[in-house]
């Protein structure tokens, strides 16, 4: 995912601004060149992607019959589903996107499943009259995203209306924390993202990092810029190079062999599979200590489906970190009891799904998986070549923040 950021400018170049039916009209013009429109294939003439968003307790049938599937079509698609469709987890504030062809009938749906440590892509078709799994290529492509918008009511109300998914919502109010609190935004104060966005078919499916993000509230400006240390992930320094957050004390685990898989998206080439991992995996030898990285509260203790034996604590703020495919849990370290950093809460297994002893460490912010290298493990200081690294992106992306300033309009590469 982390490609993508050293083609931001390359990228810049395809933006095009997007005027919303609501927005008012740009202050001033701007000026941007558009690509080619891409010819569409002649199957898909007449056809159109809808984007529904997960309500609470919502099933995959209650959203096609409020798209308006007719209910016996909802009743063939839950026969006929390739996909045990009691079995999905889908959360509230994600979206599921669904095609109608030029019969208005609901030719694909697309969204990303919770799967216990890992988030899968699930693509649906009704060709021949069934439904079925996505046979085609794995058409997939990483974009920055590019999101500006001056608040009128609530900044998460704002970004929302202007298309920033619910995960770069709640790490943009994250990261900013120990700067302001996101809630004391009010109307005029601005904000501007730049985040990493996986399409599928056209569809923005999945988001990445948020890259670099701007605030603008009350006569005073924050910059938050994402640097990548490796496979442990990246933290965010604001435009001198100081880290926007400390990030918790210690590390889940002091001494492992290697991070066995990052945080983020894989594509699997021949598997056709597009995976979302959710956590950050650290191969080490079964019995391991496992150490809580900050203080908390214990609040799950036990087997938890794919994670196997789990631990979940409680940092506050609705933080909470996850430890999977522990061996073994520790007496005394019980749901409800408090922990200290750097005490021992379990000991590193391969239970649940797994292949090898290892620790799935993952974060979750108001139920919203997060990077754990942005908050939930320390801050590295930057060298001087990292800060002289940093500092020309900065340039880069000021350049590009600076085109869409003020502009009252979702500016995007895709609609
Ligand atoms: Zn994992």
């Given amino acids: 995912m982390a490609g993508c950021f050293l083609g931001v400018l390359a990228c810049a170049g395809i933006y095009r601004a997007v005027q919303t039916p609501s ?6 013009p701007f000026e941007q060149k558009l690509p080619a429109p891409k010819l569409q294939a002649r199957a898909d003439a007449g056809s159109y992607w809808h984007d529904a968003e997960v309500q609470s307790g919502d099933t995959l049938q209650l959203i096609l019959a409020r798209l308006g599937m007719d209910a016996k079509s909802v009743q063939a698609f839950e026969q006929q589903s390739p996909i045990d469709l009691k079995a999905l987890q889908l ?57 500006s918008v001056v608040i009128t009511t609530s900044a998460s109300g704002a970004l929302a209306k202007a298309g ?20 004391s935004l ?32 009350q006569g005073a400006t924050y910059y938050a810029y994402y640097y990548e240390h490796g496979d442990a992930g990246g933290n965010f320094y604001d435009e001198t190079g100081n880290a926007l957050q400390k990030g918790f ?31 950050i995996d650290y191969a080490a030898p079964q ?18 489906g794919g994670y196997g034996n789990a631990v979940i604590l409680a940092h506050g703020n609705g933080l909470e970190t996850l430890y999977g495919h522990l061996s073994a849990f520790i007496s005394g370290v019980e749901e409800g009891t408090s922990v200290q950093a750097g005490d021992v809460i379990g000991l590193v297994g391969s239970t649940g799904r797994s292949t090898g002893p290892h620790l799935h460490y993952e974060v979750r912010i108001d139920g919203q998986h997060v990077n754990p290298a942005t908050i939930a493990l320390p801050t590295p200081v930057l060298s001087a070549q990292d800060l002289a690294t940093l500092q020309g992106r900065q340039r880069q992306i000021q350049q590009l923040m600076q085109s869409v300033r003020g502009l009252p309009v979702p500016v995007s590469q895709k609609n």
């Avoid at 693509?123 to 920055?144: C, F, I, M, S």
């Avoid at 966005?197 to 948020?210: C, D, K």
């Avoid at 945080?263 to 991992?277: N, S």
């Avoid at 150490?291 to 087997?303: E, H, I, K, Q």
């Fill in 23 to 28: 927005a008012p009209t740009a202050a001033r």
């Fill in 91 to 147: 959360r509230a504030g994600q979206i599921v996107s669904v095609r109608v062809n030029e019969k208005q009938e609901v030719s694909d749906v697309q969204f990303f499943n919770d799967d216990d440590g890992e988030r899968n892509l699930i693509a649906l078709e009704y060709r021949n009259g069934k439904w079925q799994l996505h046979t085609g290529a794995v058409d997939t492509e990483t974009l920055p995203s590019l999101r």
């Fill in 164 to 183: 920033v998914p619910i995960e770069i919502r709640t790490a943009l109010k994250e990261m900013f924390a120990d700067k302001f609190d996101w809630n």
């Fill in 186 to 217: 009010q109307a005029g104060d601005s904000i501007r993202v730049l985040y990493e966005s996986l399409y599928f078919r056209g569809q923005e499916v999945a988001t990445g990092n948020v890259l670099a993000a701007e605030v603008s509230t």
């Fill in 249 to 279: 004390a210690g590390q889940p685990i002091e001494h492992y062999t290697r991070i066995s898989s990052p945080y983020g998206i894989r594509i699997h080439p021949v598997l056709k599979t597009v995976r979302m991992h959710t956590g």
């Fill in 287 to 304: 019995g391991t200590k496992v150490l809580a990285p900050s203080d908390g509260v214990v609040r799950f203790r036990g087997w938890k």
